[in-house]
């Protein structure tokens, strides 16, 4: 007691600290509806997650407060009350008390049922897409890399350009933005090439360890079409935070239209236009006046966000733009940078079907300008972001392999005109 008698300033500081930092841990606690939050639940398997949570915090609650309870009880009722409580003799100690002994091992063997319960039933419910809706599931695999996302879809097949120009079979995959059937049950495969990643959409299912020689799996549903944000959520090198994803769900008519689209090779836009395309978008058919018109992108801060507040209002919105091609394409820049992409050696690591590229170290980029982020969903997608990411990546993502294997062990270097290009080239694949 005479500690703090004689440090009472010091202690209602500290006290008054506890309380602000309190306020401000319990109002994070009330932003319950941000993009990773997954107090918003929007699927079954999310929505069971978060009952869990609440009965398990219920429980947990109930005996913090009786147990407390009970304490500050007993602290209050048999406190020294002078200099002669504090020297009196202990009074005569009891010997154990049946009744309280049996009823504790009642309460607490009571709790664990109550928690268990619930959490052996929603083990069983998100292993795996309930009997009843098996024959609606859409397939996925889902594989993690330092440090991004591949989606394979197996029951989709793709189409693209063998050397003869002849149009053949290919499978589907896309990188680091799912895109999903809303109101269907999706099974994901989930795999690792290289080290132990974590799959969460903290709105959707999650989270389920990718490991490597592993095969794990998880299932999940969007009850209704949304833009949801996804996160790896097992440490997994020094760019693990920058690691994440989008999953877009679509209702039935948009998610047939995506797939259509996304089964096509690469897009082209011709240098020489017809009469029609004319009319359709400026063409500008020479190089010379390409170079003229080489683009402005504007500097960033080291950690700079990379997103607009505009995306952040409504990013479904920003994917529906994105989904076809930009005013003011400009088709030289964009040839010249189809040509930049074998010559820099882009095409070792990336795929563009149609293109003749067909890397697979790196996301697969053939609709890549269809999708709202880049770098494994840390920017958004748009000519200023794609020319940051191509311009200095390892700025962006630290030890990310197109840096280290890419621009440093093959020496690697870019002209401004070069990263024009190769941003216009990227940005017309829709
Ligand atoms: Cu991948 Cu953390």
Redesign the pocket.
């Known amino acids: 007691m005479r500690l703090f008698n004689t440090t009472s300033k010091f202690s209602r500081l500290i006290g008054a600290a506890s309380a602000a930092a309190g306020t401000l841990l319990l109002s994070g606690c009330f932003w319950l509806d941000g993009p990773q939050s997954a107090f918003d639940p929007n699927g079954p398997v999310a929505q069971r997650q978060m009952d869990l949570f609440y009965v398990t915090c219920w429980v947990s609650l109930f005996i913090f407060v009786v147990v407390g309870g009970v304490l500050a009880y007993a602290m209050i009722k048999f406190r020294a009350r002078g200099e002669a409580d504090e020297h009196a003799e202990p009074p005569e100690q009891g010997h154990g008390n049946p009744l309280v002994e049996i009823s504790l091992i009642g309460a607490s063997v009571l709790a664990l049922v109550i928690i268990g319960i619930p959490t052996l039933s929603g083990i069983w419910y998100s292993y795996d897409v309930p009997i009843e809706d098996k024959a609606d599931t859409y397939e996925i695999t889902a594989t993690?890399y330092q440090?991004w996302f591949k989606f394979d879809y197996p029951g989709e097949t793709a189409q693209t350009l063998d050397p003869t120009g002849k149009v053949v079979n290919a499978p589907f995959s896309t990188a680091n933005e799912l895109v999903i059937p809303a109101g269907r049950p999706i099974h994901v495969n989930l795999r690792s090439i290289d080290v132990i990643?974590?799959f969460w959409v903290p709105k959707l299912a999650g989270k389920v360890d990718m490991m490597p020689n592993r095969g794990n799996h998880l299932w999940m549903r969007a009850d209704k079409p949304g833009y949801f944000w996804g996160q790896?959520a097992?440490?997994?090198g020094e760019s693990?935070a920058v690691?994440r994803f989008r999953v877009i769900a679509l209702g039935p008519k948009d998610f047939n239209d995506w797939v259509n689209a996304q089964m096509q090779p690469a897009r082209k836009v011709p240098v020489v236009a017809d009469a029609g395309q004319a009319k359709a978008q400026p063409v500008v058919a020479d190089a010379a006046q390409a170079k003229a018109q080489f683009a402005d992108y504007r500097t960033f801060r080291r950690n700079e966000a990379g997103y607009s507040s505009k995306f952040d209002a409504s990013p479904m919105e920003a994917w529906r733009t994105k989904q076809s091609p930009e005013p003011g394409e400009h088709p030289a820049l964009i040839e010249q940078g189809r040509v930049l992409f074998q010559a820099k050696t882009c095409a070792s690591c990336h795929t563009i079907r149609g293109d003749g590229y067909i890397g697979v170290v790196g996301p697969e980029l053939t609709h890549v300008g269809a999708r709202t982020t880049i770098a494994a969903g840390l920017l958004e997608n748009n000519r200023d972001e794609l020319h940051r990411w191509i311009h200095a990546p390892n700025e962006v993502k630290p030890g990310n392999t197109m840096w280290v294997a890419g621009y440093v062990a093959n020496n690697i270097k870019l002209t401004p005109e070069d990263e024009d290009a190769l941003v216009n080239y990227l940005q017309s694949l829709k």
Do not use: I, Q, T, V
């Open positions: 993690g440090w990643h974590s790896c097992e440490f997994c693990h690691m």
